[in-house]
């Protein structure tokens, strides 16, 4: 069964999203800004969402999260709770 990783930044707008990725994009560090701006309980870890399986995330999750590329920030992603920034760290297929 394919495993990944995964970090997020989770705010509730599109608009600061797109902030955020520029941020990261101009070499801001990813766990600082989740730290500083998720609303997840996981930003306090940095956004670290640890190894999780297929269909253990949302579907919008599992669809970036199982096809995009390792290392490289993905989003806005829009879920029910709001807008995500995501980066697979790791994969297993």
Do not use: W
């Amino acid at each position: 069964m394919p495993q990944a990783a995964a970090r997020h930044i989770l705010v509730k707008d599109e608009a600061t999203c797109n902030e955020l990725k520029a941020k990261i994009e101009a070499g801001e560090d990813f766990a600082k800004l989740a730290q500083d701006h998720s609303s997840c309980p996981s930003g306090r870890n940095g956004g670290d969402l640890g190894t999780f399986g297929p269909g253990q995330m949302v579907a919008e999750f599992d669809k970036v999260v199982f096809s995009a590329p390792v290392n490289e920030v993905q989003g806005p992603v829009k879920t029910q709770f709001g807008y995500h920034l995501l980066e697979v760290t790791e994969r297993q297929d």
